[in-house]
């Protein structure tokens, strides 16, 4: 079953490179998750995940168009969120993250970087020393930590107490992965069985009573981590523990996969037909009337879970009901591909031309009046879906109308990806050096006046 995987990730974490389109990912989330991890703040949220082939960047509110070859960037949305980076130098750049509302550029052969936006949030980073860094990481929320892994040290910067932007005690020696939620992170050194969190402390930032010992996995929520140790059959939780924080009661063994919404996990155990959950019940945290049989993939809106038998044509849901986790009525035959908003699904038919929703409505989970025939691929905002049909030049948008779910006006033709902050969409038509905005204008909807080209 193809489409953006659940919002349970093993690692949220912002790898060096620009921040492709979400297509249908809810939690950053993050909604992102999330999302990639269900997005609002939980994003990991997932308004920027990372991909090593993409020029367009974005966090909730604004866009970064970075034109590598000639050295320029072009930003749109929220100027206070890094929507504005006129005074920017983009020369040498080599990669780009974001927090919420801050980019951080890296000019890795160099040993330099540039922030812009929210200073809180990470967007002044002035004395920062970026040389050595391998790789840059932010929380969902107001934080980043530059890795440099070959001198086992880390620099962070960014809202200190709530986001992680302080870890001047942390020994980032030996370190194999660093992971976060939206306000904490996680640097866990696998060789040692051993691992180190800083951050808010009931976001997942303390971790001091926890074994990391035979750890292979991690995973969270908005606001929890949990590690697994697949080959011993454990696994162990910190964080909030109404979000998921709390596992002592849950039997870890035969668990081959771990998803979450913004504050609950489901451990499927794919090989028994079985599967647990935990954290808040009305996010998916409670599943004892579940039937996990033949359950091929499970995917999570902010507070949602749909578990897909896809031999079977059979989908069943749990969770918040107005956002995704009542599916009684939907007919899952034939379905190819799920993609989500932070509160509403959508299950496309590909090969028949046809797509199923449900969830809430002003979020995308109302398209029976939508045209899914040639549909090519699916991306959403936090509450609005857009369905392209590349082919074709054509495009369909539904949810809210002021976060991308109105684009009648929009020119499809040409067009080769689509990009998304948390209530806009930039659809970019790389041949011709052309790019077409819509959604919220100050969150990146209007882009008449920025230059595409290159």
């Known amino acids: 079953l193809g489409s953006s995987e659940a919002t349970g990730v093993r690692s949220n974490a912002l790898i060096l490179d620009i921040a492709p389109a979400m297509k249908g990912v809810a939690i950053r989330q993050g909604l992102e998750v999330t999302i990639t991890l269900a997005v609002a703040s939980y994003v990991v949220e997932g308004w920027h995940t990372a991909d090593r ?20 960037g072009v930003c749109w949305g ?21 927090t919420d509302s801050a980019f951080v550029a890296l000019k890795q052969d160099l040993g330099h970087g540039v922030c812009w936006g929210a200073s809180s949030w990470g967007g ?28 086992g040290q880390g620099v962070c910067w960014g809202e200190s107490f709530w986001g992680g932007g302080d870890c001047s005690g942390i020994d980032f020696g030996h370190v194999t992965g660093i992971y976060n939620t939206a ?28 074994d990391f010992s035979h750890v292979t996995e991690i995973y969270n929520t908005g606001s929890a981590f949990v590690a697994l140790k697949k080959d011993l059959g454990q696994g162990v939780c910190w964080g909030s523990s109404s979000s ?54 499970i995917y999570g809106t902010g507070s949602a879970f749909v578990a897909v038998k896809q031999d079977l044509g059979q989908g069943v849901c749990w969770g918040d009901s107005s956002s995704g986790g009542d599916c009684s009525g939907i007919d899952f035959s034939h379905v190819t591909e799920i993609y989500n908003t932070g ?6 038919k590909k090969d028949l031309g046809q797509g199923v929703c449900w969830g809430s409505s002003s979020s995308g989970g109302h398209c029976s ?6 549909v090519t691929s699916i991306y959403s905002t936090f509450s609005a879906f857009v369905a392209l049909k590349k082919d074709l030049g054509q ?3 539904w949810g809210s109308s002021s976060s991308g779910g109105h684009c009648s006006g929009i020119d499809f033709r040409h067009v080769t990806e689509i990009y998304g902050t948390g209530s806009a969409f930039v659809a970019v038509k790389q041949d011709l050096g052309q790019g077409v905005c819509w959604g919220d204008s100050s969150s990146g909807g209007d882009c008449s006046g920025i230059d595409f080209s290159h």
Request: glycine share 16%; proline share 0%; net charge negative.
């Open 53 to 72: 082939d993409s020029s367009i960047g974005s966090n909730c509110n604004a866009f970064v168009a970075l034109k590598k070859d000639f050295g320029q």
């Open 78 to 98: 929220e100027a206070s969120s890094g929507g504005d980076c006129s005074g920017i130098d983009f020369t040498h750049v080599t990669g780009i993250s974001s």
């Open 124 to 151: 002044q980073c002035s004395g920062i020393d970026f040389s050595h860094t391998a790789e840059i990481y932010g929380t969902g929320g107001s934080a980043f930590v530059a890795f440099k892994k070959d001198l």
């Open 183 to 210: 306000r904490a992170f996680l640097a866990l050194k696998q060789d040692l069985g051993q691992g180190v969190c800083w951050g808010d402390s009931s976001s997942g930032g303390d971790c001091s009573g926890i």
């Open 244 to 297: 998921g924080g709390h596992c002592s009661g849950i039997d870890f063994s035969h668990v081959t996969s771990i998803y979450s919404t913004f504050s609950a996990f489901v451990a499927l155990k794919k090989d028994l037909g079985q599967g647990v959950c935990w954290g808040s019940s009305s996010s998916g945290g409670h599943c004892s009337g579940i039937d996990f049989r033949h359950v091929t993939e």
């Open 343 to 348: 509160s509403a699904f959508v299950a496309l």
């Open 369 to 374: 009046g939508i045209d899914f025939s040639h």
């Open 395 to 397: 495009g369909v948008c």
